[in-house]
């Protein structure tokens, strides 16, 4: 049983500033990754940001030098630091959990997502 919870996100103006976090409780496996992803209205959703429990992270191109994934592996939390937003940055944020078993075995967990809005 794994539950996520998403926090941070909100309304802010174009060039702000934003951080979001999300705590993960429950089983957590020693390998796993915890990303990010969004689903803007009308949209796909798309990969922001992951971060491996080794540290290793990936971002999607239109947030790379902008956004930054940080996890807290004691905590069992991961924060995205936002910054420079742009309007095409709003969207629902997701926090993703994919525990590691094995190479083929992997089990995959939702939050439930935060708004993040961003005016011009």
């Known amino acids: 049983q794994v539950q996520l919870v998403e926090s941070g996100g909100g309304l802010v103006q174009a060039g702000g500033s934003l951080r979001l976090s999300c705590a993960a409780s429950?089983?957590?496996?020693?390998?796993?990754?915890m990303g990010w992803y969004r689903q803007a209205p009308g949209q796909q959703r798309e990969l922001v940001a992951a971060i491996s429990s080794g540290g290793s992270a990936n971002y999607a191109d239109s947030v790379k030098g902008r956004f930054t994934i940080s996890r807290d592996n004691a905590k069992n939390t991961v924060h995205l630091q936002m910054n420079s937003l742009k309007p095409d940055d709003t969207a629902v944020y997701y926090c993703?959990?994919?525990?590691?078993?094995?190479?083929?075995?992997?089990?995959?967990?939702w939050g439930q997502g935060t708004q993040v809005t961003v005016s011009s």
């Open positions: 429950g089983s957590i496996f020693s390998i796993n990754v």
């Open positions: 993703k959990l994919t525990n590691t078993r094995s190479t083929t075995l992997n089990y995959i967990y």
